[in-house]
């Protein structure tokens, strides 16, 4: 059974820093692309980050300079460290795991964990 599993939210000022955890089981991690999403209150969910299984990175434009993606393959795990948080960085933040399969895509979700920037 494939699991994602995202941590690390919760409150935080603005200003301030969290990191994210996506742990991944029942899957080969490494061969994988992952990304993290963000989904607002009464926005759709939007692409924040994403690391190739080769590690290449791309960013939006709205977290550039800010956010920060890695991965440890070895664990499992991918991480979100968000710097200089602002309150429009509130949403739930879910983690999406996908690699291509001839044509179509393998991809699998968390249930997110709720980032709250406020003072």
């Known amino acids: 059974q494939v699991q994602l599993v995202e941590s690390g939210g919760g409150l935080v000022q603005p200003g301030g820093s969290l990191r994210l955890s996506c742990a991944a089981s029942g899957i080969i991690f490494s061969i994988y692309a992952v990304g993290w999403y963000r989904q607002a209150p009464g926005k759709q969910r939007e692409l924040v980050t994403a690391?190739?299984?080769?590690?290449?990175?791309n960013y939006a434009d709205s977290v550039k300079g800010r956010f920060t993606i890695s991965r440890d393959n070895a664990k499992n795990t991918v991480y979100l460290q968000m710097n200089s948080l602002k309150p429009e960085d509130t949403a739930v933040y879910y983690c999406n795991a996908h690699r291509p399969d001839g044509t179509e895509t393998v991809d699998y979700w968390g249930k997110g964990t709720l980032v709250t920037v406020s003072s």
């Open positions: 690391i190739a299984s080769g590690g290449s990175t």
